[in-house]
C-alpha cells in the first residue's frame, strides 16, 4: 500500500499541468529557469531544479516563494487552480496592514489582469507595499525579500506599459522605485553587476518620470557602491553627478550627496575636502529635518543620527578611531532597535573604531554584542569585524583579536561579499 504525502493533491495538479503542455520534468525546469532570469531571480544549477521539481510532483516537497509564481507563469495556469489558494495578485508578504479588503481585492486583480484598467487606489496600495517592504528589509535583512520584491517589480513593470497620462508617469515613478529598491538588496546579497544593472534601470525610468530626487537618488546609491568596492574617484564623481540635480531634489537628498563625496575624499585621505563636504551635509540634513514632508518616501531613515554615524565613518576613514568612535556611538543611541541590519552594520564600525584607537576592551565587548545580529542579517558586517580582528591583531592586543575570533568562529562562516 502506498503512503499518501501531506502534498498529494498538489502533486498531482502540478504533474497534470505539465503532462498537459507535453513536457517532461526538465522542460518545466528549462522554462523555470527562463522566466527566473528575465526577472533577475538566482535559480540553482539545471540539474537541482530537475530535482526541485520531481521532489513537488511527488509530494515530497512544497514549492516555496518565489517558485509558486514562477511555476505559475511556466505553465501559464492560475496560481489559485495549482496551489489551491486566492493569493493576493501581486505577490507580497503576509503583512496585515497590506492585506486588501474585498473591494481593493477585486480592483487590483482587475488591473493586473488588463494593465489598461490602472487606477489610484492601486497604485496607492503598490506604493504601501513597498514602504512596508523596506521596513521590514530593515530588520530582517535583504535576502529572504528580494524574491518578493522582484517579483512585484516585474508586476509593476507590466503595468507601466499599459498606463497612460498622468497615472502613467506616477507608475512609472513607482517602478523607479522598485527598481532602486531592489538594486539595493541585490548589492547588500553581495550581488553587486545585478545591482549596477539595476540602479541603471531605477535611473532611466526615475528620469522618464521626471523624478529628479530618485534620479540622484540612483547616483548617490552608485557612489555607496563604489566606495564600497574602495574606488573612492569614481565615489566623488557619483556623488558630484548627483548634485547636478540641486534645486530640484530634497534638502536631504542633496545631503545624502555630500555625505557621499565626503566619504569618497575620506577613502583617499583628502581630510580637508572631506570635512568641507561633511559640514555641507550636516546643514543640509538640519535644514532637511525642519521639513520632513518635503523629504520622498525613500528617505525615511534618513536623518541626524544616521548622518553621525556617517561622519563617523568618514573621520574611521581618515584614521581618526576616538573621533569616529564617539560619531558613531552618538548615532546608535538614537537608531531604532528595528535596524537590525544597520545596527549591525554600525556596530561592526563602532568596533573597528575601537580597535583603531587603541581601545582593545571596548572593541571585543562591542564586536561580540554586534556578532549574532551580523551572522543573521548582515555579512558585510561580519567583514567588517573581521577586519576589527585584524586590527586587534596588528596592534599587538593577540588575546583581543583571538576573542573576537573566536566570537565569529562560533557563528558559521557565511560568505563575505566585502564593505557596505
Known sequence: MFAVTKNSALADRLRAARLARGWAQKDLARRIAEIAAAMDIPMPQRSSLIRLVKSWESGAHRPRDPYPM?????????????????????????????????DLYERITRVVEDPQRIDIATIEWLERCLAEHRRIEDTLGSRPLLPVVRAQLSTVADLARGATGPLGDRIVGVLAEYAQFVAWMCQDSGDLAAALRWYDRSHAWALEAGDASLAATTLNMK???????????????????????????????????????????????????????LGEAEELIRRAAEHPDDEPAWMYFYGEHWFLMQRGMAELELGEGRRAA???????????????????????????????????????????????????????????????????????????????????????????????
Open 70 to 102: 514562477l511555476i505559475s507563469r511556466a505553465l501559464e495556469v492560475e496560481s489559485a487552480a495549482l496551489f489551491g489558494t486566492e493569493p493576493t495578485p501581486v505577490p507580497t508578504l503576509e503583512i496585515p496592514s497590506l492585506a486588501p479588503d474585498a
Open 223 to 277: 557612489a555607496h557602491q563604489a566606495w564600497s568596492l574602495k574606488d573612492p574617484q569614481r565615489c566623488v564623481r557619483l556623488a558630484e553627478a548627483s548634485r547636478w540635480h540641486d534645486g530640484r531634489t530634497s534638502l536631504g537628498v542633496q545631503g545624502m550627496a555630500a555625505q557621499m563625496s565626503a566619504r569618497g575624499h575620506a577613502q583617499m585621505g583628502e581630510a580637508n575636502q572631506a570635512r568641507t563636504r
Open 326 to 420: 564617539e560619531l558613531i556611538e552618538r548615532g546608535l543611541s538614537g537608531l531604532p532597535e528595528s535596524y537590525r541590519r544597520d545596527r549591525a552594520w554600525f556596530g561592526a564600525c563602532l568596533a573597528r573604531a575601537h580597535a583603531v584607537e587603541g581601545d582593545a576592551e571596548a572593541a571585543v565587548t562591542v564586536a561580540v554584542a554586534t556578532a549574532p545580529d551580523a551572522a543573521a542579517v548582515n555579512p558585510y558586517a561580519m567583514t567588517e569585524l573581521r577586519a576589527t580582528e585584524h586590527a586587534l591583531a596588528e596592534a599587538g592586543a593577540r588575546v583581543a583579536a583571538e576573542a573576537v575570533g573566536d566570537a565569529l568562529a562560533a557563528l558559521g562562516s557565511p560568505d563575505q561579499p566585502g564593505e557596505v
